[in-house]
Nanobody, 126 residues
Framework: VRLVESGGGLVQAGDSLRLSCVGS????????MAWFRQAPGKGREIVAI????????YYTDSVKGRFTISRDNPTNTVFLQMNKLQPDDTGIYYC????????????????????WGQGTQVTVSS
């Protein structure tokens, strides 16, 4: 299993970024996919989750209405469109996958995820 994120960068408050995560060496279409982030000095927190067929999504409260998670199963890619970025959005963003496929219930704890990408840095200046 391999997950590779890209798309991070340094932006100003109010700007947008689109993160991508490409999965390989597994059947991407049968797994829910998640985005987490880790701010400096803080623990890893859930940002968003998308079901395997895009029928359901989850967002943490602080990003609702600003971030959108989506996926393209034919290209094994999950996206995170981030609009109206704020300095509090600064951190390393990771995509993650659980070991269990074809699940309905979303898991928001990072301890429920086994596979992680290397992360991509997002820095939002005020």
């Amino acid at each position: 299993v391999r997950l590779v994120e890209s798309g991070g960068g340094l932006v100003q408050a109010g700007d947008s970024l689109r993160l991508s995560c490409v999965g390989s060496d597994f059947d991407f279409s049968v797994y829910n996919m998640a985005w987490f982030r880790q701010a400096p000095g803080k623990g890893r927190e859930i940002v968003a989750i998308i079901s395997r067929n895009e029928s359901a999504t989850y967002y943490t409260d602080s990003v609702k209405g600003r971030f959108t998670i989506s996926r393209d199963n034919p290209t094994n890619t999950v996206f995170l469109q981030m609009n109206k970025l704020q300095p509090d959005d600064t951190g390393i963003y990771y995509c993650a996958r659980r070991t269990v496929a074809n699940t309905v219930q979303f898991q928001t704890s990072p301890t429920s995820y086994f596979y992680w990408g290397q992360g991509t840095q997002v820095t939002v200046s005020s």
